[in-house]
């Protein structure tokens, strides 16, 4: 690739709808022009995660993530090298992980709730935005993915967002609210902002 890719900056707090967000804008367009490269997909072993004092392994912190090889693989793509890694399942036995291959594209999103905290992958971004809903709304959105997509018991999902989500969300990701260049109010839907984002994509292809 000779021209520089554009580095699109995604972030917003557990239930904000990052997830959804960048699903209706990947079906847009094709893996030729976009990829999107997931925070996700890096989260350390179960054996490495921190434990709380009730002997919880908690994912909400920035330590759970191997930013290391996020950042290695982000580079890896920008300089125009195809990525894979395994999908990270969230300990759910019942899902077979895939294996993601990430090829290099004039538009690249990296999603997750940390990547305005990691300095190094701040620095990479062209454009930062931040999905922002009332906690309430958050609190609804992650009840239903973790039980659903993930098979956590209730009583797991409703302590992790009370003692690990909430204050992670103070302390690692609203503080960065003010550095996005466009904020996406996301508590009844996000239809505007998505169109929006779609037609500074389609520019920015052209150019």
Known sequence: ??????????????????????????????????????????????????????GIENFDLPESIDHEAFYKELKDLISGKTVSRK???????????????????????VEGIFVFHFKEIFELFDLKIFLDAKENLKVIRRIKRDRVERNYPLDDVLYRYENHVLPTFEKYIL????????VINNNIHFNMALDVLTGFIENKLKE
């Open 87 to 109: 999908e990270y399942t969230f300990n759910n036995s019942s899902v077979e992980p895939n294996i993601f291959v990430f090829k290099p594209a004039p538009i690249i999103i």
């Open 175 to 182: 503080p960065y609210k003010p550095d996005a260049d466009i």
């Open 1 to 54: 690739m000779n021209k520089k890719a554009f580095i699109i900056g995604i972030t917003g707090g557990s239930g904000s709808g990052k997830t959804t967000f960048i699903h209706k804008l990947k079906e847009r367009f094709s893996t030729e022009q976009i990829c999107v490269l997931s925070q996700d997909d890096y989260y350390r072993p179960m054996d490495e995660q921190v434990i709380d004092d009730e």
